[in-house]
């Protein structure tokens, strides 16, 4: 595949698709008022000053909203520490009892809340091609080598 700044073609338009889902008013941009909403669509009620912080991570120019640049740079890149933060808290977002594993269904009802058409047997093919420990869930560790595949 091809490179654009160091970036896998492919994983710029997997970027591109799940930008323009949290962007739901179309304008190539995500402002507070999504960014709650699709928060809120996973199960996470921030409160205005958590929305405020994940928006001021992402919005590195300090427009108060977040572009296609700032989302890819913020899904692609940054530091070591920085990435284990933005995976472990892609994770929790997954991981809806909490327990440290993602199971099939729990994959099956966010998806499903971000309205994608995935049934539970593509949800268990998802899953079982991560889960090395052969256990039925995704562990933090199985989703890091998932995740950071290129």
């Known amino acids: 595949m091809a490179k654009i700044n160091g970036v896998v073609a492919g994983d710029m338009e997997e970027v591109k698709k799940v930008f323009n889902k ?3 008013n179309g304008d190539g941009k995500i402002d507070l008022i999504e960014l709650g ?23 590195t120019d300090g427009d108060g909203v977040i572009d296609l640049k700032e989302f890819s740079d913020f899904h692609l890149g940054g530091s070591d520490d920085t990435a284990n933060k933005d995976l472990q808290d892609a994770f929790d977002l ?6 440290g594993l993602i199971s099939v269904n729990e994959l099956h009802a966010v998806l499903k809340k971000l309205g994608e058409k995935c049934s539970l047997k593509d ?3 998802m899953v ?4 090395v420990d052969g256990d039925g869930n995704v562990n933090f560790e199985e989703f890091k080598k998932m995740m950071n595949k290129a």
Do not use: Q
């Not at 928060?39 to 991570?57: F, H, K, Q, V, W």
């Open 37 to 59: 909403s699709i928060l809120r669509a996973l199960g996470t009620n921030a409160p205005r000053d958590e929305l405020e912080r994940i928006m001021s991570e992402i919005d």
């Open 22 to 24: 949290f962007d739901t």
């Open 123 to 125: 949800c268990k093919k």
């Open 128 to 131: 079982s091609s991560v889960d």
């Open 94 to 99: 997954y991981d809806l009892d909490k327990n």
